[in-house]
C-alpha cells in the first residue's frame, strides 16, 4: 500500500465527524438533504465503534433523517419537503434541538437552509440551526467542530446568571458514550474541581442533552479545547464571559499547560503549582520501569492528541518515533509516515482502526486507539487524558507489548503436539 493511499484512508470525511457530536447530545436529531446512503453512514459510528450509541433506533426513531434527495429531484422545488420534515422531526417526543446539514449535490442548488430552519422553529418552538455543508472542503474533526459552532449561535441561554467559580469546557473529543471517553470527561472534570477548586457547570458535548448544555450560562470562564476554539469564542461573546484556550491534557506537560492556563485564568496559580507537582509525581511513581527504555511508538490521531505525544513518550520512558494526523492540519513536528513504510521501525503503533489495517499489511504491532475502534469498546473507566490517563494508557502499551512479543515469539508446528508424557 502506497504512502499516499494510507494517508487517505486514515482520514475520515465531514459527515461522519457531524454524526459523531450528534450523536453526543441525546436530545438533538440531524436532518440532512440528501440519499439514503446517509443514513447508512451512521453504521460508523452506532453500533460498530460506539456500542452506546443512540444514533440508530430499532423503533424507527432515528436521530439520523434524510430527505431522499437524487439526481432526479434535487433540481426541484423542495422546500415544502424539507419544512415538513425539520417540523416533524422537531416536534418528536424528547426532541429538543435540531441539526440541519446537506451534501454538496444538494446544497449546491441553492437551498436556503437557515432561512428554511429559523422560520420551521419558530412554529414548532424547539432551536433548528443549519450545520454548514462542507463535505467536498474538509473533513470529520471539522465536522464535529461545525456541529459545536452552531450549537453555540443558535441554542437560546439565559445570561447574566453566572456562578462565581464556575467554568464551562468546550471541545473534547466525543466520539462515543463508552467507557474510555466518558471516564476522559470526569478526569476534566477532576483536574478542575479537585486540584483547582472550580465548579464545572457544563461540558461541550458530554453525551448528555440541551438542558445541561444550557448551564454554560451559568459560567463565568469558558475553557476551550482545540477542538471547541470557534464554539468557545462564540459562546464567550454571547455570555460575556471569560475566554481560556487549552491544549489536550495528553501526557504530564500538557496536563501541566493545561492546568497553569486555567489557573491563570481563574486566579488559582498556587494551586495548579501544587497539582501539578502531585501530579507529575503520582505518575511518575506509577509508571517507572513498566515500559521497557527505548520502545519505539508511532501514534495515529487527531492533532490535538498528536501536540502532547512526544510529552506522553517521555513520561514513560519511550521514543516518539512517528506522528501522523488522522484529521486536517498535517502534523509535521515528529516524523510521519515513511517510518510506517516498513516493519522494524516501531515497537507499537497506537492507531485507529483503519491504521491498524495498514499496520496488518506491513506486519507492525499496534494497539487500537481513537476514532474509529471498531474492535475495542470499554464498559468501564479507561482514561486516556490527564494523569490517569498516563498511567492507563502505559498499561494499555505494556500489556499490548507483551501480548505481541509473545504473539510473535510462537513458531507454527508441522509435526502436531506432542504426545509425550
Known sequence: MKT?????????????????????????VLVVDGPDCLFFKGEYVHGTHDLHSTLLDPAGNHRIAHTLADTVNVVMDREPQLRDLMARVAQRDGVKAVLVSALPMASIT?????????????IVGVPIMEVPAKSLQTDWLDGYSEVLNSLARGLPFESGQTKKGSVAIVGPLVHRLEGDVMTDLAELTRLCEEYLDLSVVSIWPSGSGVEDLAKIALAETIIALPAGVKAGKILSRRLDAKLVHVPQPFGTAATGDFLNLIAQATGRSELAKKAIAAGNALVHDTVKNVIPAGTK????????????????????GAIPAAGISSANPPFNELPGLEVMENAGQVDLCITNSRGAEACIDRKIPFMEFGYPSYGTHYLT?????????????????????????????????????????
Open 297 to 316: 511508538l508511532a501514534l495515529v490521531a487527531e492533532p490535538g492528541t498528536l501536540a502532547g505525544f512526544a510529552g506522553f513518550a517521555k513520561d514513560i
Open 110 to 122: 441553492g437551498s436556503q437552509y437557515d432561512r428554511l430552519a429559523g422560520e420551521v422553529s419558530e
Open 4 to 28: 499516499l493511499s494510507w494517508q487517505t484512508r486514515l482520514k475520515n470525511p465531514y459527515m461522519v465527524g457531524v454524526y459523531l457530536a450528534t450523536n453526543a447530545v441525546k436530545d438533538a
Open 381 to 421: 473507566h479507561s482514561p486516556t487524558l490527564g494523569y490517569f490517563g498516563v498511567i492507563n494508557m502505559t498499561d494499555r502499551i505494556a500489556n499490548a507489548l507483551r501480548w505481541w512479543a509473545a504473539a510473535t515469539s510462537l513458531q507454527p508446528t508441522t509435526t502436531g503436539p506432542s504426545t509425550s508424557a
